[in-house]
Each structure stands twice: as C-alpha cells, then as structure tokens.
C-alpha cells in the first residue's frame, strides 16, 4: 500500500532555533518527493522537490534530504522565525513521468515556533 | 496575478442541499484538480482535469461532479450534500506534471 508517514506529529521550538522534520514512504515506483508548507486556513505552498538522482535541495532556510533507497526524505529548518510556525506536508508522486495525479500527501507535521 | 481563486470562503449547507464550488486559474495551466482535507488525513484527490475538455476520477469521487468550463475554470458540484461530506475543499492547478499552485480553500459543513 502507497504511504506516507511524518514524524513528529507535531513540535514547538523556540525562535532561533533549527529543528528537522522527518517523512518516509513506501510509495512505488517512485517518481519525486515534494515539502509543501501550509499556513493555518490557506492552501499548501510547495518549497522543495525532487527526483530520484537528487539527495539535497535548499530554498533559503529550507533543506531538504532525500535517501532513496532507505525510502526516507528529512526537511531541516535553519534559524526559526515566527513565520515559520505551519503544517509542513511531505508529498510522494509515483509513476512515470512525475504525474500529479499519483500523489501521496502525508498528514503533515505542525511546526509552532515560539518567541 | 491573482493564482488560483476559490468561492466561496466557508458555506454551511443542510443535508440534502445542493452547490457549486468555483475555482479559476490565471496562471494559463494546463491541469487543474479538486482536493479534500480531513483532520487527521492527509489531502486526497477527488477529481482532476488534465486539460481543458477532459476530467478524471480521483481517490474519493463518489457524491461529486466536475465540471472543466475552459482553461480557467474548473467547478466541483455535490448534487445531495451529506455530513460526511464536510470537510475543507482545495482547488490546485499546475502545469502538466509540474508543481501544483493551490487555492485559498472553501470551508463547507453539512448539517
């Protein structure tokens, strides 16, 4: 069965601070692994994606890390800021061709970011 | 640019009720789809549009009904609303297998 599974559910830190996020799959064949961020009461918005070939991508604070063959995909926040505070939702898409109709959505894990 | 616009912003409807979600698109993309988001469950697809002219069955389309307008709009219709079906609704468009761009979102309960 395709699933997605994030830990930790949920994770309060204090402003400044790093923290990392962790999402693995048994979705096959694989295709690519998207981090959406998810403000409360907006829609998702996509921070990182990759394929296969890829085991590291940043956008500012964001990486992301995928290991392919242990299934596994962890998404480090650098320097926290209140803004910060959201869902982050791991994302796997399989098939061929990268389809965004074969997605996978974990449940997403709620980041609060304290001052 | 506006980017994916979603009407309404919340809606209470009685068992039974009928109504149209509405989503355009100004980004010019190709695909565009219809989602859910429960508490405790990750987004599941409901519909999607791969182009303009065509709709396709996602996980969960029982009780809905698309329709792709043109290029820009694509609406999700529940014929006989029921409790089960409240929830809050994401409308997403992309370029053909690229990143998806989602909407505000519409909060609907069903009484």
């Known amino acids: 069965k395709n699933q997605v599974e994030q830990s930790p559910q949920s994770l309060i830190i204090l402003e400044g601070k790093n923290c990392t996020l962790q999402?693995?799959?048994?979705?096959?064949?694989?295709?690519?692994l998207r981090w959406y961020k998810q403000d409360t009461g907006r829609g998702p918005v996509s921070l990182t994606i990759?394929?296969?070939?890829?085991n590291t991508k940043s956008n500012g604070r964001y990486t992301a890390t995928l290991d392919a063959d242990t299934k596994q995909s962890s998404l480090h926040i650098t320097a926290s800021q209140l803004s910060d505070s959201a869902s982050y939702i791991c994302?796997?898409?399989?098939?061929?061709?990268?389809?965004?109709?074969?997605?996978?959505f974990g449940k997403g894990t709620l980041l609060t970011v304290n001052p | 640019n506006a980017g994916v616009t979603q009407t309404p912003k919340f809606q209470v409807l009685k068992t039974g009720q009928s109504m149209t979600l509405q989503c355009a698109q100004d980004?010019?993309?190709?695909?565009m789809y219809w989602y859910r988001q429960d508490p405790g469950m990750g987004l599941r697809l409901i519909y999607y549009?791969?182009?303009?002219?065509?709709?396709d069955k996602g996980e969960v389309p029982n009780g809905y009904n698309v329709s792709r307008l043109n290029k820009r709009e694509f609406s999700l219709r529940l014929e006989s609303a029921a409790p089960s079906q409240t929830s809050v609704y994401f409308c997403?468009?992309?370029?053909?297998?690229?990143?998806?761009?989602f909407g505000p979102g519409t909060r609907l309960t069903v009484l």
């Open positions: 549009s791969a182009s303009e002219g065509t709709t």
């Open positions: 999402c693995n799959y048994t979705v096959s064949p694989f295709s690519n």
């Open positions: 990759m394929t296969f070939s890829e």
């Open positions: 980004m010019n993309h190709n695909s």
């Open positions: 994302v796997v898409s399989r098939g061929s061709g990268g389809s965004n109709y074969k997605l996978t």
């Open positions: 997403a468009s992309s370029p053909q297998g690229n990143t998806q761009y």
